[in-house]
């Protein structure tokens, strides 16, 4: 929808399809999902039925993180603006990232192919297990060191990493392969349940951090845009501990939180496709227009938060929804059956400061909660590195 917003005339291929991208879009095709993400035959078979003869190129976000190659083959029919297929390779490639991390001296929870031993205390260590290439929590699990793991070998691209407790935060940023300019700073929260513990939940803009914080989280984006290369748009998530930040894994796409930043939509999607395209200095232009971006983006904190639904759910065409739900089910003559643990919709909330509408999204979340009279997980604001 933000590209949209800019005035591009944007054909989406997406999952869902849901009722807000099909109206701002000029067309929207609806391409099979699973655990790797896009159905790669399905997805070129769609590409290569559409008309590319004005098209300026393709933006993606995620469900490609587990199949890169197939950002290459999308490269050869239509530009791909982002990140190159062999960056998201390398960045998703756990051996490589975490050998990244400690040859550039960025600070992370303790990673393990194989569980430590017990250390002979009573209490049992709690580890997380992992895939690399995963994204919305989905993929992570709980297993302590007490577990029962023979004949559990670790799938290829997975790992076991020491599970920390803190703030769990974001930067989301431009790098043009050199340098790295801040769009803002985040904090996360999970939407726990029993099969899913690290689900995502949302996310609020502009949460107040350190210095020493912001700091840390922005030279981490440096060092690791230099050594792999990061274009455009980028996140990268931490979790923070007595000030200091952990680094647990970077998003080389466009991730959940540019919608965030939707009061400057057009600057970062502008932005994104000029330094992907033109490969351009971030130069003067950009920094002339930063004041007035950070002035539009301080004046309201967004929080957004995704409601799942925790059991087999019908949606009737009727329902009016509040103007602050997005991402809504596109049914205008029939019952949308939405499964259990899949999302249904997102509720936004602008406020004056990171936790007011952080406890504004949390109450619109209960408000329709009782709108489609279901039962979902409430978001949990207990952190870890997820």
Same mark, same amino acid.
């Given at each position: 929808?933000?590209?949209?917003?800019?005035?591009?005339?944007?054909t989406?291929?997406?999952?869902?399809a849901?009722k807000?991208?099909i109206?701002?879009?000029?067309?929207?095709?609806?391409v099979?999902f699973?655990a790797?993400g896009?159905?790669?035959?399905?997805l070129?078979?769609?590409i290569a039925?559409?008309?590319l003869?004005?098209?300026?190129?393709?933006?993606y976000?995620?469900?490609?993180?587990?199949?890169?190659?197939?950002?290459?083959?999308i490269?050869?029919?239509?530009p791909?603006?982002?990140?190159?297929?062999?960056?998201?390779a390398?960045?998703k490639h756990a051996a490589?990232?975490f050998?990244?991390l400690r040859?550039?001296n960025?600070?992370?929870p303790?990673?393990f192919?194989?569980l430590?031993?017990?250390?002979?205390s009573?209490?049992?260590?709690v580890?997380?297990?992992?895939?690399a290439a995963?994204?919305?929590?989905?993929h992570?699990?709980?297993?302590?060191s007490?577990?029962?793991?023979?004949?559990?070998?670790?799938?290829?691209? &997975?790992?076991?990493?020491?599970?920390l407790?803190?703030q769990s935060?974001?930067?989301?940023f431009?790098?043009d392969r050199?340098?790295?300019?801040?769009?803002g700073f985040?904090?996360?929260?999970l939407?726990?349940?029993?099969?899913m513990?690290?689900r995502?939940?949302?996310?609020?803009?502009?949460?107040?951090?350190s210095n020493?914080?912001?700091?840390?989280?922005?030279?981490?984006?440096?060092?690791?845009?230099?050594?792999f290369?990061l274009?455009?748009?980028n996140s990268?998530?931490?979790?923070?501990?007595?000030n200091?930040?952990?680094?647990?894994?970077?998003?080389?796409?466009?991730s959940?939180?540019?919608?965030?930043?939707?009061?400057?939509a057009?600057?970062?999607i502008?932005?994104?496709?000029?330094?992907?395209?033109?490969?351009e200095?971030?130069?003067?232009?950009?920094?002339?227009?930063?004041?007035?971006?950070?002035k539009?983006?301080?004046?309201k904190h967004?929080?957004?938060?995704?409601?799942?639904?925790?059991s087999?759910t019908?949606?009737?065409?009727s329902?009016?929804?509040?103007?602050?739900?997005?991402?809504?089910?596109?049914?205008?003559?029939?019952?949308?059956?939405?499964s259990?643990?899949d999302?249904?919709?997102?509720?936004?909330?602008?406020?004056?400061s990171? &936790?007011s509408a952080?406890?504004?999204?949390?109450?619109?979340?209960?408000?329709?909660?009782?709108?489609?009279?279901?039962?979902?997980?409430?978001?949990n604001?207990?952190?870890?590195?997820s």
């Amino acid at each position: 929808m933000a590209a949209a917003k800019c005035g591009y005339a944007v054909t989406a291929i997406d999952a869902f399809a849901d009722k807000q991208t099909i109206e701002s879009a000029k067309k929207t095709v609806v391409v099979g999902f699973d655990a790797q993400g896009f159905i790669a035959d399905d997805l070129l078979k769609v590409i290569a039925q559409l008309d590319l003869r004005n098209c300026l190129g393709c933006i993606y976000g995620g469900g490609f993180e587990a199949q890169p190659e197939l950002l290459q083959k999308i490269a050869e029919v239509v530009p791909v603006i982002g990140n190159s297929s062999n960056t998201v390779a390398a960045i998703k490639h756990a051996a490589h990232f975490f050998s990244a991390l400690r040859r550039l001296n960025i600070a992370h929870p303790a990673v393990f192919d194989v569980l430590p031993e017990r250390d002979g205390s009573n209490k049992p260590v709690v580890y997380l297990k992992k895939f690399a290439a995963g994204s919305g929590g989905v993929h992570i699990k709980l297993v302590n060191s007490g577990a029962n793991l023979i004949n559990k070998k670790l799938l290829n691209n &997975e790992y076991y990493q020491q599970q920390l407790n803190g703030q769990s935060v974001s930067l989301l940023f431009f790098a043009d392969r050199r340098k790295v300019e801040v769009v803002g700073f985040n904090e996360q929260w999970l939407n726990p349940c029993v099969d899913m513990p690290f689900r995502y939940g949302g996310a609020v803009s502009h949460v107040a951090l350190s210095n020493s914080v912001q700091q840390q989280l922005t030279e981490a984006a440096l060092k690791l845009t230099v050594a792999f290369g990061l274009l455009g748009l980028n996140s990268l998530d931490a979790i923070v501990q007595d000030n200091k930040v952990y680094v647990l894994e970077v998003n080389p796409r466009l991730s959940a939180t540019v919608d965030l930043y939707d009061n400057s939509a057009i600057s970062l999607i502008d932005r994104h496709v000029q330094i992907c395209l033109n490969q351009e200095d971030f130069g003067s232009e950009y920094q002339n227009q930063q004041p007035q971006v950070q002035k539009t983006q301080v004046k309201k904190h967004k929080a957004h938060a995704i409601v799942y639904v925790a059991s087999d759910t019908e949606i009737a065409p009727s329902i009016e929804w509040p103007s602050w739900v997005v991402d809504t089910p596109f049914n205008i003559d029939e019952t949308k059956k939405i499964s259990a643990g899949d999302p249904v919709c997102t509720v936004t909330a602008y406020d004056d400061s990171a &936790e007011s509408a952080k406890q504004l999204v949390y109450a619109r979340v209960k408000i329709v909660q009782k709108l489609l009279k279901i039962k979902t997980s409430p978001p949990n604001r207990k952190a870890s590195n997820s």
